[in-house]
């Protein structure tokens, strides 16, 4: 069982920079979206979101809150520089909190983490192949991925291998529990986590198909990927910028609660 951490009170609106509701917008806009993908696992797992224009602070959804019932004004603003547990208020997932704030402190760049225990990717991650450049979808994310065994029930070390073995890609696929994905946005980390899913969904399935899965050259796999996702004409493309405002408008039209 996850334990929990006491947090700060409601959020003061009057006091609050632009910067600060942008990011919790965005924040809680990628949770319903996480939800609607069908990409969480009840409360369990972690969006974190770091403040615009303030660094060393990050954004977390109170632990027994599900996806879809996060709003902006109910996120809770954790400091690296302070232990959370100290003020009376509403509960962390101390896990969320050693997770999000061991990948911000250490990755000044990044500016989302999600930690996720999807279906396909979980098996995937769990395959001694992994994920094979099957499909388009593959390539995308093929050259971000590196793959950790989960051999440590420590929360800290978890983490600090996670961010070893990162480097500067963006993907991890944890063998036997789930994945962590980073990125400079919300955005970003939305697009490679559904692009993700969706092609360890194909392998499986096709893995099913009971005939000889044909996939592109492994060895110029990289390069392929390189040359797919390489081009900076298609960088908005894969890094959600692309997809960012029909993804809000979704839920506007589904009159979800995140702006709230």
């Not at 809150?65 to 109910?74: I, L, M």
Request: some cysteine.
């Amino acid at each position: 069982m996850s334990k929990t951490v006491g947090q700060i009170t409601p959020v003061d609106r009057v006091n609050m920079t632009e910067g600060e509701w942008r990011s919790r917008v965005e924040c809680a806009a990628g949770h319903h979206l996480l939800e609607l993908y069908h990409l969480t696992d009840m409360v369990e797992g972690v969006l974190g979101v770091r403040v615009e224009d303030e660094p060393d602070a990050y954004l977390l959804k109170t632990y027994r809150t599900f996806f879809d019932e996060v709003c902006a004004s109910d996120l809770v603003k954790v400091r690296l520089d302070k232990e959370p547990g100290q003020e009376i208020g509403r509960s962390l997932n101390y896990s969320s909190v050693a997770q999000a704030g061991g990948i911000f402190s250490r990755r000044p760049d990044i500016n989302c983490i999600l930690h996720t225990h999807i279906p396909a990717a979980t098996v995937v991650a769990s395959l001694e192949c992994g994920l094979l450049p099957l499909i388009q979808h593959a390539l995308i994310v093929f050259n971000e991925i590196v793959y950790v065994d989960c051999d440590t029930g420590n929360d800290e070390d978890a983490v600090r291998d996670v961010v070893d073995r990162l480097g500067d890609k963006k993907i991890a696929m944890i063998r036997n529990h789930g994945v962590f994905v980073v990125g400079k946005s919300v955005a970003e980390v939305l697009f490679l986590t559904i692009t993700l899913e969706y092609a360890c969904r194909c392998q499986l399935d096709a893995m099913q198909a009971h005939a000889k899965v044909k996939t592109f050259d492994l060895d110029n796999a990289e390069q392929l990927a390189t040359g797919f996702t390489g081009n900076p004409d298609n960088a908005s493309i894969f890094d959600g910028t692309l997809q960012w405002d029909g993804w809000l408008r979704k839920l506007d039209r589904m009159g979800c609660c995140y702006r709230n």
